[in-house]
């Protein structure tokens, strides 16, 4: 049942691809995106004036991306919560929010109970979650589900690449319903979604060199991830799999913060892993990143950067290049997540770790 695989977790990285072209699949009709439930008229999303993400974990960092392509095709703000955090503060919640809950297993505790706080403030509640039936779709006036199959290893992968999907769909259907964006432009954005299963696929014919590089540095104390705008939820994600996988001190940062502080961590030998932005659409990022790469090289990091396919500015800053297809930037993290997955995977297994079973976590969270 692990297909050939030593572990599911492996096996889930390689069924990404599928998990997206079936997250995708019949969520798009005539211009319009179609979710599975829809206990909300269009009327209602019209009037949203506001949006919140709840969720936990890697469901978080796939709402943090999600603030980036509902923010700029809707035109609404967006803030994004740690489910735990959300409803122990006085959120200003109205029924013009919309809360939109993502969740894998569909039962996790914080997010259930931020869902409840929602609904009491008669806020509207969406909800992605890769489980039919769970009590958190049951409890949302909304659902859309991500179809990425059983997700057995407890790292989160096809599941968060579906979920990211998910809330780009969201985006998608909040944009038309709301005529921020016209049926074709609809259209076009959800025909470059579709394209996304071949690059991940391509990025995965890449992994052989990702593994290499990971026992490489198996030895290691820490690693840094560093990214800006999407990539910064990358970094997040890049660095929290390889502290539930290999038990390693990680942590991801906004690229632009490294002065601020966390660039006294850098010392000789330290795998720094950063994920560029493109080249051309993000051109300034682009050179603020190259710059911050020079920094960390010359004290002495060791680099491994993740860029796109062509990009050939960075090869004299990368001790380690790992290129991924040029996609639009906001579709990069569906990409750039790939090679951190199979890299914290492979540093566990190089320690001996079980992959599918980390210490001390559990699949899903079902208290607070
Ligand atoms: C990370 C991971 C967890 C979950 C989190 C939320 O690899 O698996 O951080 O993402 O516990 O779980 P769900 O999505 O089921 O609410």
Request: with cysteine; aromatic share 6%.
């Amino acid at each position: 049942e692990k297909g050939g695989h030593e572990y599911f977790m492996l096996k889930e990285i390689e069924e990404q691809p599928e998990a997206l072209a079936n997250t995708l699949r019949g969520h798009f009709s005539e211009g319009r995106i179609i979710l599975d439930e829809q206990r909300l008229a269009d009327q209602d999303l019209r009037e949203i004036d506001k949006v919140f993400v709840v969720a936990c974990g890697s469901a978080y960092h796939s709402g943090l991306v999600a603030k980036y392509a509902i923010e700029h095709w809707c035109r609404l703000p967006v803030e994004v919560e740690l489910a735990s955090e959300f409803r122990y503060r006085d959120p200003v919640l109205d029924r013009d929010t919309l809360v939109v809950a993502v969740s894998q297993s569909g039962e996790t505790a914080d997010t259930l109970e931020a869902v409840r706080h929602a609904r009491e403030q008669k806020a509207r509640v969406l909800a992605v979650c890769n489980t039919n039936g769970a009590q958190i779709p049951r409890e949302s006036d909304a659902v859309l589900y991500t179809h990425a199959g059983p997700e057995i290893g407890v790292a989160s992968t096809k599941a968060f690449l579906a979920q990211i999907a998910a809330n780009y769909l969201v985006g998608l259907a909040l944009a038309g319903a709301r005529g921020t964006k016209y049926p074709d432009e609809v259209a076009r954005e959800f025909r470059e979604l579709e394209a996304m299963p071949e690059a991940v696929n391509r990025v995965l014919d890449t992994s052989n060199a990702v593994r290499e590089l990971a026992r490489n540095v198996a030895d290691s104390k820490a690693v840094l991830f560093l990214g800006r705008h999407v990539g910064y939820p990358v970094a997040l994600e890049g660095a929290l799999k390889l502290k539930e996988l290999a038990y390693m001190h990680a942590e991801g940062f906004a690229a632009g913060e490294l002065k601020h502080g966390p660039i006294a961590l850098i010392e000789e030998g330290l795998p720094v892993v950063v994920v560029m932005p493109s080249s051309k659409g993000r051109a300034t990022l682009h050179s603020k990143l190259l710059s911050n790469i020079r920094e960390i090289q010359a004290r002495g990091a060791q680099t491994i950067v993740i860029a796109q396919e062509g990009d050939e500015t960075v090869r004299p800053f990368a001790d380690h290049l790992i290129e991924v297809p040029a996609v639009s930037t906001l579709l990069q993290p569906l990409v750039s997540t790939v090679p951190l997955q199979v890299f914290a995977a492979e540093i566990a297994k190089a320690r001996g770790y079980d992959v599918d079973k980390p210490r001390n976590l559990a699949k899903s969270v079902t208290v607070e």
